[in-house]
């Protein structure tokens, strides 16, 4: 996969990858409707109870039934985790290399059939599927390869209060809890399991409601990879099926989080309750979108292609995704009709097919969350420039397909400040800088900022707003990793995150244990 010169959004996919992905669309097409299992310690296990998935492209289409676990199966996979936790922390370094670099290789061997699932279960373009497949693989090469060059010991530098007659002991923290989110539900589900695993935890893993069938396919590759039984073990269903179980479990000794607050918050508060003279850490990344400020002195073009690529690929699905962005109103009318010629050109329909550039919104809710926000919209004062309506013509009625949206609305506007994970863009035009930057630091939930403008200009706003704000923003959330490689030049990345050794130092636990004697 080779970046495209011209389109920020494209990838020079091969003549060879487009016919192996549709050959993998016929393959998997044949498969919907079939019944799938859970995947507890080393094997599939029949659910208690199903619930259909409906397909975004056609919601009364089912893709399959997918389990809906309860508590009694949250305990058993949580003690399959446990009962395997003590040989895989015995295992030696390059045993769990293995598996790990297997896990890629059998990603790789059927990349075309979790792209093909990617798009028909949560709407990506063929693109943006294959990108998080190969970014996913390429990820965790990088976590092994960190691991095989480094290794992890106790850091000598480190101020910490040493008991006499002890010393630190670098080790697993036991049974690893990994709740993945829809918007990249290989990528956020295998990095992290991975990561686990390569420090000696066992597993498991709650699948995103909306993607079950990915998160299948990923045990599906564990098993060929050959993880020991109990490594690994795979849960679906919602929280009213399962409750808090996994939240509040004592086997539970960590937990890498993505998705939003409410249950972030939850989770992370139970891990400290619990902590005592062991840390339990929780490595969160909350859901919260993007800003953009385009300067006066900024490039309209380019701002306007990366802005359009960036907010509404994926249909807006993404924490990197712009909500709000700030133009320089000198050249706001120019920017403006940039930016609606480019949102105008994104083809919307079946994400399956070569030309697509946006595909539906991934679930019910979300169609009549956006439904909802397009009338609020046009009622209440706002000014819609491109969008601004759900699409029923040329048969996308069927489906969750909508407009993305370009929109200016007062701040006192109730779509303004609200919370919405959908391909809608606010506009703001903007005089005195100080203001605007007062303005994005009230919205709050940006931490992701980025400038069109001058390299001063950038550094003006990011410590303007972070001064306002009283904690910095950053590009990307601080629990991952620089190395991103599924996303697009248009996402908003900053040098300034943690860097991969430090990201993978946090699934292992320092102790201190008494010196021999």
Same mark, same amino acid.
């Given at each position: ?16 990858? +487009? ?8 393959? /998997?097409?044949? =498969? ?5 299992q ?12 199903? &619930?259909?998935?409906? *397909?975004?492209?056609d919601?009364?289409l089912?893709?399959? %039934?997918?389990?809906? #676990? ?12 446990? !009962? ?8 030696? $370094? ?15 061997s ?14 990506? %373009? ?13 990820l ?13 010991? $106790?850091?000598p530098?480190r101020?910490?209060?040493?008991a006499?007659?002890? +010393?630190?002991?670098?080790g ?8 993945a ?6 990528a ?8 686990? =695993?390569?420090?000696?935890? *066992?597993v ?44 509040h479990?004592a086997?539970?000794?960590?937990a ?17 309750? !619990? ?12 859901t ?14 380019? #701002? ?11 249909t ?8 709000h ?12 009709? !940039? ?10 329909g ?11 919104v ?12 397009? +009338?609020l ?5 706002g ?11 040329h048969?996308?009625? #069927? ?13 006192? +506007? ?5 919370? /919405? ?17 007062a303005?994005?630091?009230k919205?709050?939930?940006?931490? /992701? ?18 001064? !306002? &704000? ?10 991952? $990793?620089?190395?991103? $490689? ?7 990345i ?24």
């Open positions: 996969m080779r970046e495209a010169g011209t389109d920020p959004m494209a990838l020079s996919v091969t003549a060879r990858e +487009h016919a192996a992905y549709d050959e993998a669309v016929t393959r /998997m097409r044949a =498969l919907i409707g079939r019944t799938h859970l995947y507890l310690d080393g094997a599939d296990r029949e659910a208690t109870r199903v &619930r259909p998935k409906h *397909s975004p492209t919601r009364g089912v893709l399959g %039934n997918f389990p809906a #676990a309860i508590e009694h199966e949250v305990a058993m996979a949580i003690e399959a985790a446990h !009962r395997a936790f003590g040989a895989w922390a015995s295992a030696t $370094p390059s045993d769990r290399r293995g598996v790990v670099r297997r896990l890629g290789e059998a990603i790789e059927r990349a075309s059939d979790f792209a093909a699932v990617l798009s028909m279960e949560v709407g990506k %373009n063929r693109r943006e599927a294959l990108r998080e497949v190969y970014g996913t693989t390429e965790l090469v990088s976590y092994c390869d960190e691991w095989a060059s480094h290794g992890f010991a $106790p850091d530098e101020p910490h209060t040493r006499r007659g002890h +010393h630190e002991e670098v697993p923290h036991g049974v690893w809890a990994v709740f989110p829809f918007h990249h539900p290989l956020m589900a295998a990095a992290p399991c991975a990561a686990a =695993l390569l420090a000696g935890n *066992s498991v893993l709650k699948a995103p409601e909306e993607a079950p069938w990915t998160a299948r396919l990923l045990a599906d590759a564990f098993h060929a990879a050959g993880a020991p039984a109990g490594t690994f073990n795979l849960l679906m269903g919602s929280p009213e099926d399962m409750g808090d179980a996994m939240f479990d086997r539970i000794a960590g890498t989080y993505t998705g939003s607050s409410g249950p972030a918050e939850r989770l992370a508060a139970s891990l400290r309750a !619990r902590s005592g003279t062991v840390r339990h850490p929780c490595i969160l990344e909350v919260t979108k993007a800003a953009r400020v385009v300067t006066a002195q900024a490039d309209l073009d380019l #701002a306007a292609s990366s802005i359009a690529r960036a907010a509404f690929g994926m807006g699905l993404r924490a990197s995704a712009p909500s962005c700030f133009v320089h109103d000198e050249v706001a009318d120019a920017f403006l009709e !940039r930016l609606v010629a480019h949102t105008e050109r994104l083809r919307v079946d994400p399956t097919r070569p030309d697509t550039d946006v595909g539906p991934v679930s019910s809710h979300d169609y009549l969350e956006y439904r909802a926000a397009a +009338h919209l046009r009622d209440l004062g000014r819609v420039h491109a969008g601004g309506r759900v699409l029923d013509e048969g996308l009625g #069927a489906g969750n397909f909508v407009a993305p949206t370009v929109a200016e609305v007062p701040v006192d +506007h109730p779509c303004w400040s609200q919370e /919405m994970m959908q391909p809608i863009l606010f506009v703001r035009r903007y005089h005195n800088p100080e203001l605007a930057a303005t994005i630091a919205l709050g939930r940006p931490r /992701m900022l980025r400038v069109h403008g001058t390299a001063r200009e950038e550094r003006w706003f990011h410590r303007t707003v972070e001064a !306002r &704000r009283g904690q910095a923003t950053t590009s990307i959330a601080s629990s991952w $990793p620089t190395l991103f $490689p599924f996303m697009r030049a248009d996402d908003t900053a040098a300034t995150v943690q860097s991969l050794h430090d990201y993978l130092a946090q699934y292992l636990a320092v102790r201190l244990v008494p010196d021999a004697h």
